[in-house]
T-cell receptor
Framework: DSGVTQTPKHLITATGQRVTLRCSPRSGDLSVYWYQQSLDQGLQFLIHYYNGEERAKGNILERFSAQQFPDLHSELNLSSLELGDSALYFC????????????FGEGSRLTVL | AQTVTQSQPEMSVQEAETVTLSCTYDTSESNYYLFWYKQPPSRQMILVIRQEAYKQQNATENRFSVNFQKAAKSFSLKISDSQLGDTAMYFCAFMKRGGSGAGSYQLTFGKGTKLSVIP
């Protein structure tokens, strides 16, 4: 158990819908990262938050947004969903941006029908 | 930007044998970390081993060891005495290292190598 909690574990929805994925980092970790894992693209970095502030954006679509709340949990919002958004979405946390290790949650499997 | 390349999409090994997974990377950074992560069918990403680029000694964790060649930008993983539980996807990953912590330090992953351990 990494200490990072992601909900829901599985989610099935239809095209055009909006979903929210939630991540609770390890106790004491201030950094939260979101990754998307799909069969054709592999593991892609989406976005990084540190102590409530956005630090970096990767290959995140404009239809996607995220935030980190004062209690340090983070949410990834995916809207106007398309079939190609079906993927495994991972959250990872670290105590600080340069800590040198990320701890991953079990992921949220999103299926768009 | 960094790139990580794993040239072996799939590999197999007999139980109790040794296997080596390859990884090369490209970066202009001089200070960084390299990682091997394991993703079993349960899909959890599990850290196998970490190497700090400034350290010349290759990292070792029980049956897992790396061969880190900084000049060649090569970072291979050797699994000794392979076990059925080693069956998984293995990802090589890169993270830059910074002293002040400013900026972002996300992992850049390779495409992965699917390892099957055969009884």
């Amino acid at each position: 158990d990494s200490g990072v909690t992601q909900t829901p574990k599985h989610l099935i929805t239809a095209t055009g819908q909006r979903v929210t994925l939630r991540c609770s980092p390890r106790s004491g970790d201030l950094s939260v990262y979101w990754y998307q894992q799909s069969l054709d693209q592999g593991l892609q970095f989406l976005i990084h938050y540190y102590n409530g502030e956005e630090r970096a954006k990767g290959n995140i679509l404009e239809r996607f947004s995220a935030q980190q709340f004062p209690d340090l949990h983070s949410e990834l919002n995916l809207s106007s969903l398309e079939l190609g958004d079906s993927a495994l979405y991972f959250c990872a946390s670290s105590v600080a941006p340069a800590a040198g290790e990320l701890f991953f949650g079990e992921g949220s499997r999103l299926t768009v029908l | 930007a960094q790139t990580v390349t794993q040239s072996q999409p799939e590999m197999s090994v007999q139980e109790a044998e040794t296997v080596t997974l390859s990884c090369t990377y490209d970066t202009s950074e001089s200070n960084y970390y390299l990682f091997w992560y394991k993703q079993p069918p349960s899909r959890q990403m599990i850290l196998v081993i970490r190497q700090e680029a400034y350290k010349q000694q290759n990292a070792t964790e029980n049956r897992f060891s790396v061969n880190f060649q900084k000049a060649a930008k090569s970072f291979s993983l050797k699994i000794s005495d392979s076990q059925l539980g080693d069956t998984a996807m293995y990802f090589c990953a890169f993270m830059k290292r910074g002293g002040s912590g400013a900026g972002s330090y996300q992992l850049t992953f390779g495409k992965g190598t699917k390892l099957s351990v055969i009884p």
